[in-house]
């Protein structure tokens, strides 16, 4: 199987995180992932990351409705308002 750099690795684990990789290209991957520390952190991070983000995306949709601009526009004046007066 081919040896791939770390350099490669972690391109392909940014790719992975976007699109699956086709089986030959994940066995690769996953053979140099096994050797390497530093690439498997690396890929193990940005596993966390993405988990996070799609939590704070969902937790974004229940809780916000959209609002008129006139909405926006009353909490803004009276936001400003409060630090007027701090």
């Known amino acids: 199987m081919p040896q791939i750099t770390h350099e490669e690795a972690r391109r392909l684990i ?3 995180a976007d699109q699956s990789l086709d089986t030959t290209t ?3 991957l996953d053979t140099h992932l096994n050797g390497c520390t530093e690439c498997r952190r690396y890929a193990c991070e940005l596993n966390q990351l993405e988990n996070l983000l799609r939590k704070m995306k969902q937790n974004f949709h ?3 409705t959209p609002q008129q601009l006139d909405q926006i526009k009353h909490r803004s004046e009276g936001a400003a308002f409060l630090d007027s007066k701090m």
Do not use: T, Y
């Open 14 to 16: 940014d790719f992975n």
């Open 26 to 28: 994940g066995s690769i």
């Open 62 to 64: 229940m809780r916000h």
